[in-house]
């Protein structure tokens, strides 16, 4: 079983829908074997989203994942990364597809509900940022 790194950004924690997007992650397939609710910081933000650093909607990004709590998750399954950004849909819900979590909940391109890796060597690197081997079972 594979797993990939999951944040349930602070648009979804502001809506209360923790629940509902927990919801469609597992009736997916994917087990969700580690979760905490965080308020991020600068740094933890900067450092995660540090590939985009140079894009013009870095400083946005930023601001908005230290806006509110957000919901770290470690999911599980097979094919965990690809499944997971399947089901999350593309990163603007106007392209999403039907069924998706970001067509289903998202608001724009920026306060798009979810995160999922995009790798698993990225998911290795991103679990490894938010949780040690004992917050996971
Ligand atoms: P994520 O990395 O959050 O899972 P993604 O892989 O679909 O999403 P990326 O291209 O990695 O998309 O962009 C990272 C995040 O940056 C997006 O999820 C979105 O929140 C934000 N973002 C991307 N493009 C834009 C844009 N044009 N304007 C504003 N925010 C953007
Ligand atoms: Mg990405």
Do not use: C, W
Request: net charge negative; proline share 3%.
């Amino acid at each position: 079983l594979e797993r990939t790194f999951s944040i349930l950004k602070p648009d979804a924690t502001r809506r209360n829908l923790t629940g509902a997007v927990n919801a469609v992650i597992e009736a997916a397939g994917l087990r969700i074997v580690g979760q905490r609710r965080i308020r991020m910081t600068r740094e933890q933000a900067e450092t995660f989203y540090a590939v985009h650093k140079e894009r013009p909607f870095f400083g946005e990004l930023v601001e908005f994942m230290t806006s509110g709590p957000v919901v770290v998750q470690v999911l599980e399954g097979e094919n965990a990364v690809a499944k997971y950004r399947e089901v999350m849909g593309a990163t603007n819900p106007a392209q999403a597809a039907e069924g998706t979590i970001r067509k289903q909940f998202a608001e724009s391109v920026g306060e798009n509900t979810v995160h999922g890796s995009d790798s698993a060597d990225n998911a290795k690197i991103e679990i490894a940022q938010f949780f040690t081997d004992a917050d996971i079972a």
